[in-house]
T-cell receptor
Framework: DAGVTQSPTHLIKTRGQQVTLRCSPK?????VSWYQQALGQGPQFIFQ???????QRGNFPDRFSGHQFPNYSSELNVNALLLGDSALYLC?????????????FGNGTRLTVT | LAKTTQPISMDSYEGQEVNITCSHN???????ITWYQQFPSQGPRFIIQ?????VTNEVASLFIPADRKSSTLSLPRVSLSDTAVYYC???????????WGAGTKLIIKP
């Protein structure tokens, strides 16, 4: 039973470019959340997708957008990259409707903006 | 959203029991307490979750006093592989954007 998978594992981009990160949730999970984790800090919530719609959003600018597909996989898009966007981007899946279902995380995509 | 306070770092030795305490003075009635473990360059991994009293699973125990304003994660007989960052989170099902602090960096020495 595959857990949460993310691709790519590492990525290097230049300021101003755009990037797309991908996530496949754990089998049986229908909800996907995205987090940004800077070095030495805890994850920061970007947004959550359920039934192909953004359900909740953290304090991130509109440059950060996402999408969820019918098979529950998800993409995170970041436009007009800034140096400060360099971080580990984590995807977590869970099962909606299950009380306090714990999050299952992938190992993240390490994004470096130069 | 309830915030949590944890020690920034802790040291211990192999074979010892380690207790990490988390303060959450503003915990709400519907909030659960959840702990995650994170190794470098990996995503956090769920350890344990509880609402009140004591919860135990194969890797840890979680102690929650009656007022629920704090909780203690207990790791029995730690090994070097338990060196990681441990996060305490408080929230209810509807609070999707849980607040993650910087966690507790636990270093286990031989």
């Amino acid at each position: 039973d595959a857990g949460v998978t993310q691709s790519p594992t590492h990525l290097i981009k230049t300021r101003g470019q755009q990037v797309t990160l991908r996530c496949s949730p754990k089998s049986g999970h229908d909800t996907v959340s995205w987090y940004q984790q800077a070095l030495g800090q805890g994850p920061q919530f970007i947004f959550q997708y359920y039934e192909e719609e953004e359900r909740q959003r953290g304090n991130f600018p509109d440059r950060f957008s996402g999408h969820q597909f019918p098979n529950y996989s998800s993409e995170l898009n970041v436009n007009a990259l800034l140096l400060g966007d360099s971080a580990l981007y984590l995807c977590a899946s869970s099962s909606d409707g299950t009380d306090n279902s714990p999050l299952h995380f992938g190992n993240g995509t390490r994004l470096t903006v130069t | 959203l309830a915030k949590t306070t944890q020690p920034i770092s802790m040291d211990s030795y192999e074979g010892q029991e380690v207790n990490i305490t988390c303060s959450h003075n503003n915990i709400a009635t519907n909030d659960y307490i959840t702990w995650y473990q994170q190794f470098p360059s990996q995503g956090p991994r769920f350890i344990i979750q509880g609402y009140k009293t004591k919860v135990t699973n194969e890797v840890a125990s979680l102690f929650i006093p009656a007022d629920r304003k704090s909780s203690t994660l207990s790791l029995p007989r730690v090994s070097l592989s338990d060196t990681a960052v441990y996060y305490c989170l408080v929230g209810e099902e509807s609070n999707y954007q849980l607040i993650w602090g910087a966690g507790t960096k636990l270093i286990i020495k031989p």
